[in-house]
Nanobody, 124 residues
Framework: QVQLVESGGGLVQAGGSLRLSCAASGRTFSNYAMGWFRQAPGKEREFVAVISRSGLSTYYADSVKGRFTISRDNAKNTVYLQMNSLKPEDTAVYLC?????????????????WGQGTQVTVSS
């Protein structure tokens, strides 16, 4: 339905910051709620943050609330994840995903399109 490509990952020291970007193809980006998920080695994929079609509604996992900020620019077909005060436990592959829902959803099954992911490594 939509092609997603993440960028901005890398290696950062604990307490540092990174800004991830997810660029979407197509003409209907604004029809999708956009989410960020992450998967650490040997662990299940977990929800991180989601933003509604308009950008007016957001929701965050407790583990990142207050440190991460999700935003979107529909004119640029791009969603962002600003990550501050990074911790070693934030180390994971971060994936962008799109859900064709009017509000927000945390259900992974609702996200029909997924990017390849970008690696974030936080050293202690």
């Amino acid at each position: 339905q939509v092609q997603l490509v993440e960028s901005g990952g890398g290696l950062v020291q604990a307490g540092g910051s990174l800004r991830l970007s997810c660029a979407a193809s197509g003409r209907t980006f604004s029809n999708y709620a956009m989410g960020w998920f992450r998967q650490a080695p040997g662990k299940e994929r977990e929800f991180v943050a989601v933003i509604s079609r308009s950008g007016l509604s957001t929701y965050y996992a407790d583990s990142v609330k207050g440190r991460f900020t999700i935003s979107r620019d529909n004119a640029k077909n791009t969603v962002y994840l600003q990550m501050n005060s990074l911790k070693p436990e934030d180390t994971a592959v971060y994936l962008c995903a799109a859900a064709m829902v009017p509000g927000i959803t945390l259900r992974q099954a609702d996200f029909g399109s997924w990017g390849q992911g970008t690696q974030v490594t936080v050293s202690s």
